[in-house]
């Protein structure tokens, strides 16, 4: 019975059989004969007829044990029986295939008894005897393995079960080799393989042998013949068939039927190559082409031999490529552009494939890989100063898809990293986009602790530096053009570096000079003078800096710069394929050029804050008649000015609150009174009022606190002694000290 299935895989793998096949089980120690099986077949649950040869030789060193009268028997399973001439439509009889010193008889159907002869060799003639029996037999519905078993009977023969055939289910597995893509117009699709499950599976009659393509799809012509010779391109014979077996070919519409008639000697399984030629009309729709394969004694199945496409291309990488930010002649991954169909990329017009804004194409390649001869593509010019390039297709494609390589260089931004991703389009056909390398910093950096940074204040110390490579050879010796390279760390405008830090290596094996690290004003210069082959680590430690009184609160930023890490700013002098750029209006410093971007940083990194220093603990020096201050040793301003009336000097609250240390916001005014709060000391004063009140106590003033000009003026010894602080005046300063 034939049974249908369904194959969508492009390859199934079938049993392959040996020509050597080892006992199950060895025999007696004693016996003395080398037994085996010339060839494993795969055979039907019905097959009759011969299979491979076992043979029962002496071995070399044992010459002459297989003695006269004595016995061996062979057992087949059950459902095989040995041919005994009756059994079988070819009247096979398996003591007629027999050679050797032994005579034969039939036990019964299973057990086949062999006697050795007078013609035995002795032991004195050193010559083995060899015993070859052709395993003439008969299946009746048995399943998997089929082993004979050697009972020896004490004699010279070894004993042991050995394969001879496997029992196949079916006539026939059909499956497609590959598939293939296709446009318009006849194409081949992929090779369909048909082969036998087992030797005869689908007899020995003429038969016919049906492949049906799907609605809208047409055979080729050529199919049509009587004639091998005009079809030996498409349909091949191997194993137990031959080109004789072929009778014709015939097609109608989606049908191509092959008639063959196998021939009934054939010991093998047969197996037919067809090559599908065929194409789509327009009504057909766009997706994978399964065929139906059937016939006479041939098992049902579908394979799928190709896709019908529509005019596109398919883009594929070799490699994801990393590529390191601020350098020069970093490559890609290799983009391939391959044609779904020929014809898609169109003779006389442009591909434009186009990267991210922060990147520039420095070097391009292209290499043709497939498609017809003349197929050719062309880079258009490039200056190395865009993120696009242009191919020109000058000849397209009719029978071959075309693949086209394409290798870049480029350089990419300094401060920028991620997924470089290619986008393809234009008008010779086909779009798509595809990630092509991962831009990433050449080093990392960090601010061990983010210092409190007090503006006016020299000699501050700042959180630790630290500089890492993201991957070794990160950091460079010399730049593209020679240049010995270094590392720089630049602070924020009236931010100077104070004395030079501590610049160290702690990991990985970079050398710098630390003999020639030097500062000027707010750059730190570190020459490096070997690259590392392991990833290694900076430490910038024993910072100390001078902030100048003009410098906003905020964050403070360092800047990670230098040729050792960025040559592609615009202060270098450009890059293009492999070299610095010609010409007049070439390589020039301070101007954009090829390869180059507004960028001198890798990365930022925020090293400390800057705030207005909180009242100082210490001295602060009021100027009778100025509004200039100074408060811990910081120069300030005021908006109003001291003043002395009355023997004792007035000072604006806030700045005076502020010197003795009273936070802003504990500083209050509501309805004429004035509050003061410092921890657990609260100093109260009304204006107009020569009371003083701290906490739960009185205090009586000689003068009264006031509104001058707007500005609310108060005592100062007074308040400032409420505060526990020390006042003295000489020279037109009043000094408050804590």
Same mark, same amino acid.
């Given at each position: ?72 028997? &062979?057992? @087949? #399973?059950? !459902?095989?029986? $040995? ?9 096979? =009889? %398996?003591? *007629? /295939? ?112 049906? &492949?049906? @393509? #799907?609605? !809208?799809?047409? $055979? ?9 010779? =005009? %079809?030996? *391109? /498409? ?132 290499? %043709? ?135 160290? %290596? ?233």
């Amino acid at each position: 019975m034939k049974r249908t299935r369904k194959v969508v895989s492009t390859l199934v793998t079938v049993a392959m059989v040996g020509t050597l096949v080892l006992p199950i089980a060895a025999g007696p120690a004693f016996a003395a004969s080398d037994n085996r099986v010339s060839k494993v077949i795969n055979v039907a649950d019905d097959y009759e007829g011969k299979l491979g040869t076992l043979s029962i030789s002496e071995d070399e060193d044992y010459a002459g044990d297989f003695t006269s009268g004595e016995t061996f028997t &062979l057992t @087949l #399973p059950s !459902n095989v029986e $040995w041919a005994d001439g009756t059994n079988n439509d070819d009247k096979l =009889d %398996v003591r *007629d /295939y027999i050679d050797g010193p032994v005579t034969a008889r039939l036990v019964n159907d299973q057990t086949l008894e062999l006697k050795f002869t007078d013609a035995v060799t002795s032991k004195a003639s050193k010559i083995a005897d060899v015993v070859d029996i052709d395993m003439a037999i008969v299946v009746d519905g048995a399943e998997g393995d089929i082993k004979v078993s050697i009972d020896g009977r004490d004699s010279g023969v070894t004993e042991g079960d050995y394969l001879i055939a496997r029992v196949s289910s079916g006539s026939t597995v059909t499956t497609a080799m590959d598939t293939k893509t296709m446009g318009d117009g006849f194409s081949k699709g992929g090779t369909i393989r048909i082969e036998e499950t087992s030797v005869n599976a689908i007899g020995t009659s003429e038969q016919e042998i049906k &492949l049906k @393509l #799907p609605n !809208n799809f047409v $055979w080729s012509s050529d199919y049509k013949t009587t004639k091998y010779d =005009d %079809v030996k *391109d /498409y349909i091949t014979f191997s194993g137990g068939f031959s080109p004789a077996d072929f009778v014709k070919a015939e097609i109608s519409d989606r049908n191509l039927t092959i008639t063959i008639d196998p021939a009934s000697s054939r010991t093998q399984r047969g197996v037919i190559y067809v090559v599908p030629y065929f194409k789509a009309d327009k009504k057909a729709d766009y997706g994978d082409i399964e065929i139906n394969v059937s016939g006479d004694e041939i098992d049902d199945a579908d394979v799928i031999v190709a896709t019908y496409a529509d005019f596109g291309i398919e883009l594929a990488v070799d490699d994801v490529e990393t590529v390191v930010a601020g350098q020069y002649a970093q490559e890609t991954g290799t983009l391939t552009i391959e044609e779904a169909v020929p014809g898609t990329l169109i003779a006389g017009r442009d591909l434009t494939i186009e990267l991210p804004s922060w990147v520039k194409i420095t070097k391009v390649k292209t290499k %043709v890989k497939k498609g017809d001869n003349s197929f050719n593509v062309k880079v258009d010019e490039y200056d190395g100063e865009d993120n696009t390039i242009d191919l020109n297709i000058e000849n397209g494609t009719k029978k071959t898809a075309a693949k086209i390589e394409v290798d870049f260089e480029v350089s990419v931004q300094a401060n920028k990293s991620g997924d470089i991703e290619a986008v393809v389009s234009g008008k010779s056909g086909g779009e798509g986009e595809i990630v092509i390398a991962k831009a990433v910093a050449p080093v990392s950096v960090e601010s061990v602790a983010k210092a409190q940074l007090k503006i006016g204040v020299q000699d501050q110390p700042m959180s630790d530096i630290i500089i890492t490579e993201t991957a070794a050879g990160n950091i460079l010796e010399k730049d593209s053009y020679n240049k010995d390279g270094q590392i720089v760390v630049k602070l924020p405008a009236n931010i100077e570096w104070g004395a030079n830090p501590k610049v160290e %290596v702690t990991e990985g094996n970079l050398e710098i000079d630390e003999d020639n690290i030097d500062t000027s004003g707010s750059y730190l210069y570190i020459p490096v003078d070997s690259e590392s082959s392991k990833a290694s680590k900076i430490k910038i430690s024993n910072i100390i800096v001078d902030i100048n009184r003009v410098v906003p609160e905020g964050p403070v930023e360092a800047k990670i710069m230098g040729n050792a890490l960025v040559e592609n700013n615009k202060e270098s002098e450009g890059w293009l394929d492999d070299a610095k750029p010609t010409g007049d209006d070439k390589g020039n410093v301070g101007t954009l050029d090829a390869g180059e971007f507004d960028t001198d940083n890798v990365v930022k990194v925020v090293v400390g804050t800057v705030v207005t220093p909180a009242p100082e603990a210490g001295t602060a020096v009021f100027n009778v008649g100025s509004s200039i201050y100074t408060a811990g040793g910081v120069t300030k301003v005021m908006d109003a000015a001291p003043y002395i009336k009355e023997g004792r000097t007035y000072v604006p609250v806030r700045y005076l609150a502020l010197a003795l240390g009273v936070a802003e916001e504990d500083i209050a005014f509501e309805n004429g009174v004035v509050t003061l709060t410092k921890g657990e000391s609260v100093v109260t004063l009304t204006i107009g009022s020569t009371v003083l009140t701290q906490n739960d106590s009185t205090v009586t003033m000689d003068v009264a606190p006031e509104v001058n000009n707007g500005r609310t003026m108060l005592p100062a010894r007074f308040v400032a002694e409420a505060f526990g602080a020390m006042v003295g005046y000489a020279n037109g300063q009043v000094v408050i000290s804590q």
